[in-house]
């Protein structure tokens, strides 16, 4: 397992350091903030100390140098606009992130696996139908529509559940979350949903593909054989297989979510990562959106790694050949 | 007598149609006696081995007759009943070995909750008898063994498992789809004289599904001969093979290679096995029939032309009375 994880190092660190020149090259491209930053009526000499003081008067492979050196010392620069460290920034906001992403995964799993290994048993019943057809329509809907729709129903029209922001929060491990409080969690309820929608359905479809084939399997007739109960054959000898590919997707697909998290957040004013980037974008503030680009290629390259650990958990058949 | 099917017939309802695999199948089986299940692939066997352990799934279907094991009619009890009696009293060997145990669990998983289906029974008591029981169809090390996943085993010895965990409640009746086939010759041997001694030392019943009339010859007492979902011949193994009835039976005899005809062209039977589907009226191998009369267009009954020897043909070979 370590010599494994020694392998696989030197890779992700490879991966980052060409990402970072993406990142940096695609950044640039995107415009130039000392026109948003500096006001019109500053004059040129002005003008002239902002770009110095910004380091925006080097060549672009002179400042990606400065950067990359800055970022071995950990130092990812600072903020335009706030003036502050941009990692400080994001990690503030990572919790509120982290929480959404990480419960709406629960919830696919939660919801997801029990609907799909119905569906996947009795696939010609009319339920396994309607929840297969539920499930191409979580897939299909935009999730701000249907974001806008919660609220419309939920917040407007019922006033069950409140419109945004994330209610009241407890401190805990260093940061602030809202799930530990009823009222954090009325205020979760909606973005959870609109964020899980996505997972539910892709959760069933996997589950239920993973159902009808280890079914047929030699293994699960065995099993039969053997004079197991059914419940046993399902709970244990089909749902241990299902679980591997179940896992590694959502496993994946979880640095999507809070990638894209973006989306729920906006329409939920929800104050997350994806919230500040989008600000971020619209001021042009270059070192926070390099920073949360970075910090996304980094969450990508240890998601994967620990989806293959837990995969190496799971399939005694990739556990050994690793060793 | 350990089990004895009356006219079997398991159906598979499709869309193009009712296939009906087995047909009107009778056999019965002795205390401790072996028979051999022979016939081409698609015949019916495994289907056959399946209706018995009533683990036919859609769209298949038990569609008649009776499975009396030890008095109790197989096809009238509830599902549940059925459970108690499989891998207790009636135990089942696959013919994929690679395939039959599951890859996720280890070892002893598979084998304690065989035993805890059937048994109360405390974990270590049953580790305990697992452990003996891999030691009995001679796996090294059996202690260490039961903690090792399915991929850790060859072929052989996964094959070895899995009749270890047929025989854990010494059940009256095994069925053992062609276990063999899947492994190389020198391991077909030691299977095969595992199952043997493990069958005569415990009085099992045993029902060898093969295609391998070799095997049967060496391991059988009674062989039956399936043709297209029916026993085209059934009888003791050395009468059947020496004077065979049905000339399916002779065709497939005659297709064995022999090292005594070395050099001379194998038999083979004429035409391809037909589909389920449309089988011929009447006896459905008259098409290939080296014999084919006028009366094969009406289905043949099965009769006992010899002693303890019944056939399902019309113009059988050794014939006892007169034809014209
Ligand atoms: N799940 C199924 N759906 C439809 N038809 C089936 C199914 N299983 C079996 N059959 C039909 O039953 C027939 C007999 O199949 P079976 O597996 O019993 O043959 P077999 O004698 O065991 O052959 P082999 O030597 O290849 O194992 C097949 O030809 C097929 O038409
Ligand atoms: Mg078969």
Redesign the pocket.
């Known amino acids: 397992m370590v010599s494994y994880l020694l392998r696989r190092l030197p890779q992700a660190a490879l991966t980052m350091l060409v990402m970072s020149v993406v990142v940096f090259v695609g950044v640039f491209a995107i415009g130039n903030p000392v026109d948003i930053l500096i006001s019109p009526q500053a004059t040129a000499t002005e003008r002239d100390n902002a770009i110095r003081a910004l380091g925006l008067d080097l060549p672009i492979w002179q400042q990606y140098w400065s950067f990359l050196v800055n970022l071995f010392q950990g130092d990812v620069g600072r903020s335009f606009v706030f003036n502050v460290s941009a990692l400080h920034l994001i990690m503030e906001r990572l919790p509120a992130t982290l929480e959404l992403a990480l419960a709406s995964t629960l919830l696919g799993l939660v919801i997801g696996m029990p609907f799909g290994l119905y569906a996947g048993l009795a696939p010609n019943s009319r339920v396994s139908t309607s929840i297969m057809a539920g499930s191409i329509l979580g897939f299909s809907l935009p999730s701000f529509w249907v974001g806008i729709v919660m609220i419309m129903l939920f917040s407007v029209h019922l006033g069950w559940l409140p419109s945004g922001g994330r209610g009241d929060t407890v401190y805990w491990l260093g940061a602030r979350w809202s799930f530990l409080t009823t009222d954090g969690l009325a205020h979760m309820a909606m973005p959870v949903l609109n964020l899980a929608l996505f997972q539910i359905s892709m959760v069933i479809r996997l589950t239920r593909a993973g159902v009808r084939e280890v079914i047929l399997s030699d293994y699960v007739k065995f099993a039969r054989a053997k004079g197991l109960t059914e419940t046993r054959i399902i709970l244990v000898h089909v749902l241990k297989n299902i679980l591997i590919p179940v896992i590694t997707v959502v496993g994946l697909n979880l640095g999507t979510v809070i990638a894209f998290a973006v989306v729920t957040e906006t329409i939920f004013s929800w104050p997350g990562m994806g919230k500040l980037i989008i600000d971020s974008i619209n001021v042009l503030d270059r070192p926070v959106i390099v920073a949360y680009l970075m910090l996304m290629v980094l969450m990508f390259v240890v998601i994967n790694l620990l989806v293959d650990l837990a995969y190496m958990v799971l399939d005694p058949r990739v556990r050994l050949e690793s060793r | 007598m350990t089990i004895e099917v009356r006219d079997l017939s398991t159906h598979?309802r499709?869309s193009a149609g009712t296939?009906k695999?087995?047909d009107g199948v009778s056999l019965s089986v002795r205390r401790g006696q072996i028979l051999g299940l022979v016939?081409?692939?698609?015949?019916?066997?495994?289907?056959?081995?399946?209706s018995i352990m009533r683990l036919v799934?859609s769209?298949?279907f038990i569609a008649g007759g009776n499975i009396l094991f030890q008095g109790t009619d197989l096809a009238r009890i509830s599902e549940e009943e059925m459970r108690r009696l499989r891998g207790n009293r009636i135990a089942m060997i696959f013919?994929d070995p690679m395939m039959t145990l599951n890859p996720v669990l280890r070892i002893d998983t598979q084998m304690v909750e065989t035993i805890r289906a059937h048994e109360k029974t405390s974990r270590e008591e049953a580790l305990r008898r697992a452990r003996d029981a891999l030691g009995m169809v001679g796996i090294p090390s059996p202690e260490e063994r039961l903690k090792a996943y399915p991929h850790q085993f060859s072929g052989g010895m996964r094959q070895r498992v899995a009749i270890a965990i047929a025989f854990l409640h010494k059940p009256d009746l095994i069925i053992a789809?062609?276990p063999t086939t899947a492994l190389d010759v020198t391991i077909q041997g030691q299977i095969l004289a595992e199952v043997q001694k493990l069958t005569s030392k415990f009085g099992t019943s045993l029902i060898w599904?093969s295609?391998d009339l070799s095997v049967v010859a060496a391991l059988a007492d009674e062989i039956a001969v399936?043709y297209a979902?029916r026993l085209v011949e059934q009888g003791k193994v050395g009468e059947v093979l020496d004077h065979p009835l049905h000339p399916y039976t002779k065709g497939l005899i005659d297709s064995v290679p022999n090292r005594n005809r070395r050099g001379a062209a194998l038999n083979q039977i004429k035409g391809m096995t037909p589909?389920?589907?449309d089988l011929p009226e009447g006896c459905s191998f008259r098409t290939r029939c080296p014999r084919e009369a006028e009366i094969c267009k009406q289905v043949p009954l099965t009769r006992e032309w010899l002693h303890d020897h019944t056939a399902r043909c019309h113009r059988p070979y050794h014939p006892t009375e007169d034809f014209t």
């Open positions: 598979f499709l296939i695999a087995v016939g081409e692939s698609g015949s019916g066997k495994t289907v056959t081995g399946f799934e769209p298949g013919q789809d062609e599904i295609h399936m979902g589909s389920l589907a």
